[in-house]
């Protein structure tokens, strides 16, 4: 087979997290997108409890399926998919039996797919080589028909899909046989390029197997379905199979370059026929993450009137369970759908960042543009986000900093910007409580922190207000500063020696103070703003020419500069902060409003150097 199509594993042991299931949805700040969210269960085999001559019991997998039913809007449940091998022998009383027991999902209208294992039909036979089978009479198309997300079938009833409408996109389901026939390969690739766009969970009966330590590899099969389907349909993201014990799991890369979470799910050999367990794939587009929980409502009733065979399976939780059965792994749906997602309104491209980099910039953030041009709103900032790069060239990356009090919700990606600006798009930080929120501060060996900025400096910010700014809490609000005190770079004048030797804050009155100790005079050196309202976008200058101090806002001049000589700005050694000051080398509480381009250069530029986009 060709080099590329073979399906390459990362081991799993060491890079697992354990999962930390969210039970309340945390509060959204006013201007962000609610969370979005869904949640696939999946059935692993149940064949040791639907038994020829009577064996089995049905009652595990009824309470799982209770559990479902019960639990569905809670944990945002759209589908659920059972991997196969649904029975022991596949006859006309064990199809019947567990036939009975999904009704519980039919009544409920709760959305689901079945498909084929290998006791469930004749497994040395195609999909195309069966006839009418006791599954097909139970679990065929007709079952499904009413179901508003079922799409249709293959002509042999064996192979179906799904099309869920969850999260603002539609997710396909394609549900597939134990052993698939060209044609219903062919009917499956079919049923992907009708939609281009959907990303696409794929299940089956038969895909990895363990291959030790929990590290799934490829079956025969399963490397069939990666060659034929999977490698080279960028959209399939999520591929799941049962059949084979212990359970395992791996990520293989696709012919795009991309991740595909390749999971075997099956329980069938712990105890009482595995118990009824239920998975949970809660996909969170807010948190960019999948969180998976493994459990059993069935040994959990057990454990709780004192089987103790029944307590281990109620919800595995042994280091090695914890790897394959409760875990979480990345998903960034932006970048990981982007090749087959259309772009959606809202967001401009930024303008070409090299038109920004005139001559003395040494420092130079877009704030919120993570250059893809596509909406991000109400998305929490990641702390690898292309954001947080120094565009300058310089190496003054920026890195997410989290308050005690604050969380990853602190700092939220936002499509508003003004349109003067350059970039697209801005952060929103909700800070402004003490000991809350989160900021930006420059990385360890910036080079932007040795500067004193002797020879002249300019400092722009686009910054937009909310409601309510600036009182109480809010007060003194810090866009821009320093790490370094006063006291430290030596100084003993000023209001407070304490204070940063650079701060750019609100004042109460929603004024922008912009108060720094130069490195020739021992006091702090102040320029005050007009008051600003609240809810619009302004573009913050502040120009250093070696000697005179003067702001600006949306280019014009303001009236309270200081008419004192002061070179250069203290503290060189020291970090700088966006969204944050500092007051004695601590930050107190953070920035609560929009943050959009944030620019520094080592000289005065002129009013047309400045970080203004033409019209747009």
Known sequence: MPARRTLRTAAVATALTALVLPTVAAAVPPGAAEPQRLTIAVVPDTQYLFDGQGRGDAAPLAAGLDWLVEHAEERDVVFTAALGDLTEGGDADQMGRVGEVYERLDDAGMPYAVLAGNHDVDGSRTDAERLGTPYLDEFGPQRFADQPTFGGADETGYNTYNVVPAAGRDWLVLSLDWRMSDASFTWAQDVIDAHPTSPVVLTTHELVADGGGGVATPSAYGQQLWDRLVAANDQVFLALGGHFWPVARTTARNDAGHDVEMHLVNYQERYYGGAGMIRLYTIDLTEDRVDVETFSPWAQQQAEEGNPLARPLARPTTPGERAVDQFSYPLDADERFAAFTPDPAGREPGAPVAD????????????????????????????????????????????????????????????????????????????????????????????????????????????????????????????????????????????????????LAFSPSRQVQWEMYPTNRDDAVTSWSHELEAGVWRHLAVVNDGTRTRMYVDGAPIARDPGLDAVGIAGAGSSWLVGATTFDEQVEKTFDGWVGDVRIADRALAPEEWLVRPAR
């Open 356 to 503: 920004s980099l005139v001559d003395g910039v040494v420092a130079y953030w877009r704030l919120g543009d993570t250059g893809r041009g596509r909406s991000s709103d109400g998305r929490p900032l990641a702390p690898t986000s292309p954001t947080l790069r120094d565009l300058s060239g310089s190496g003054n990356d920026l890195r997410l900093v989290t308050l005690p009090e604050g969380d990853r919700r602190s700092v939220l990606l936002s499509d508003d910007d003004d349109p003067d600006q350059p970039g697209s798009g801005s952060l929103r930080l909700v800070g402004g409580v003490p000991g809350g929120g989160a900021y930006l501060r420059t990385v360890e060996g910036a080079p932007l922190d040795d500067l004193t900025l002797a020879d002249g400096y300019t400092v722009e910010a686009y910054v937009r207000l909310p409601e309510g700014c600036c009182e109480g809490d809010r007060a003194w609000s810090g866009l821009l500063g320093r790490g370094a005190s006063g006291v430290s770079a030596g100084k003993s004048g000023g209001y407070d020696p304490r204070a940063s030797t650079a701060t």
